[in-house]
């Protein structure tokens, strides 16, 4: 059985939302750390919009294991 190993392995940030996302995306890129998003909860692929309500799709950022120490402090430093 084939199996897919990820160098980005570290689940660093989970956002709900494009804005937060975006928010903490731009601190990884700031900072220079490269990271992967997945998006397993995505409601707006189930029909919902932002034009009846809030966007809650759900973005995860995952970084490489060695990367985890200063993405986490990146993404809660304050701005």
Known sequence: MFR???KYKKLVYT???SESYF???GK???AGIPYSTKTPGNLSALGS???LGPDMTQYD???KPQDEACALEAIHRSM
């Open 49 to 51: 919009s932002s034009r």
């Open 23 to 25: 928010k903490a995306v």
């Open 61 to 63: 950022l995952y970084v």
């Open 15 to 17: 956002s709900f939302g």
């Open 28 to 30: 990884l890129q700031a």
């Open 4 to 6: 897919f190993f990820s």
